[in-house]
């Protein structure tokens, strides 16, 4: 007999309010990160893991360097301190 796996569906709102109880201010993973503001803009609402779609909570860091517009003008982390300003080439793909 197989078993189904059921996918469940959590609120954004549900989410963020999760994340500012805890104090982080955006979800990441080792592809994408997404502003509390702005969360899974990627359209997916799995719930998975602590979060949603395997996400984990994070800090989001405004970039202090022009023209990375293209990638976004943000990098979410793990820590609460921000990258050095020339450290955050390296977030983007």
Do not use: W
Not at 61 to 75: A, I, L, R, S, T
């Amino acid at each position: 007999m197989e078993s189904e796996t059921e996918t469940v569906t959590i609120s954004l709102d549900e989410v963020r309010e999760k994340l500012k109880k805890n104090g982080f201010t955006g979800l990441y993973d080792y592809a994408c990160g997404c502003d509390i503001d702005d969360l899974a803009p990627c359209g997916m609402l799995q719930e998975g893991e602590e979060y949603i779609n395997d996400c984990h909570p994070g800090y989001a860091h405004k970039d202090p360097n022009p023209g990375y517009v293209e990638y976004g003008d943000f990098v979410v982390t793990n820590c609460k301190e921000p990258p050095e300003d020339d450290e955050f080439a390296n977030y983007y793909g």
